[in-house]
């Protein structure tokens, strides 16, 4: 029962250099999500999917980019890495369905740094 | 747009103490309402949520919340506390149908177990 899977666990970035966090999910759930943890914020959704080819933003997608080509995987890109990115990133995968809405399974989370 | 607000940013309790921690949302009608408990350098686990019917939710680990509408309130609380339980704790709401908006999640509250 693998759940949520996030790679890496820990990553150190430079300014500038670009990286990709991989997320995958075994429960064959449509909604897919990234977070990102940051003292005192709480948790904050960067992009999100509904569903295989269909991504959209959430409350702060800037620096970031999504693409959701099977049910399984939903990478988050950095396409240039910057110091304000340093923090903990989380993907999220729930069903759709109305019996179990929005019920989220949490990856063990990405620790990043970019110096 | 929901909000939710954590009110306490750190508690501290006695081991065997009871424990309530508070949430409170805005949000125009009734929304799903959710619980996680995040351990030091762990992910997010789902302890409770509310969805509808009976407003008092029993979770995992012992623990209860209790969803107030005229409080717009989703306390939770467990009799008494062990050192485990010691970990930061997420208090989240969820639109009803409205899933791909994701969860907006409170800036959390950490919880201290004295011995």
């Known amino acids: 029962n693998a759940g949520v899977t996030q790679t890496p666990k820990f990553q150190v970035l430079k300014t500038g250099q670009s990286m990709t966090l991989q997320c995958a999910q075994d429960m064959n759930h449509e909604y897919m999500s990234w977070y990102r943890q940051d003292p005192g914020m709480g948790l904050r959704l960067i992009h999100y999917s509904v569903g295989a080819g269909i991504t959209d933003q959430g409350e702060v997608p800037n620096g970031y980019n999504v693409s959701r080509s099977t049910t399984e995987d939903f990478p988050l890109r950095l396409l240039s890495a910057a110091p304000s990115q340093t923090s903990v990133y989380f993907c999220a995968s729930s069903s759709m369905t109305l019996s179990a809405p929005l019920n989220a399974f949490f990856g063990q989370g990405t620790r990043l740094t970019v110096v | ?115």
């Open chain 2, 1 to 115: 747009a929901q909000s939710v607000t954590q009110p306490d940013i750190h508690i501290t309790v006695s081991e065997g103490a009871s424990l309530e921690l508070r949430c409170n949302y805005s949000y125009g009608a009734t929304p799903y309402l959710f619980w996680y408990v995040q351990s030091p350098g762990q992910g997010l686990q789902l302890l409770l949520k509310y969805f509808s019917g009976d407003t008092l939710v029993q979770g995992i680990k012992g623990f209860e919340a209790e969803f107030k509408r005229s409080q717009s309130s989703f306390n939770l609380r467990k009799p008494s506390v062990h050192w485990s339980d010691a970990a930061e704790y997420f208090c989240a709401v969820g639109i009803p149908g409205g899933g791909a908006d994701g969860l907006t999640f409170g800036k959390g509250t950490h919880l201290i177990i004295q011995p």
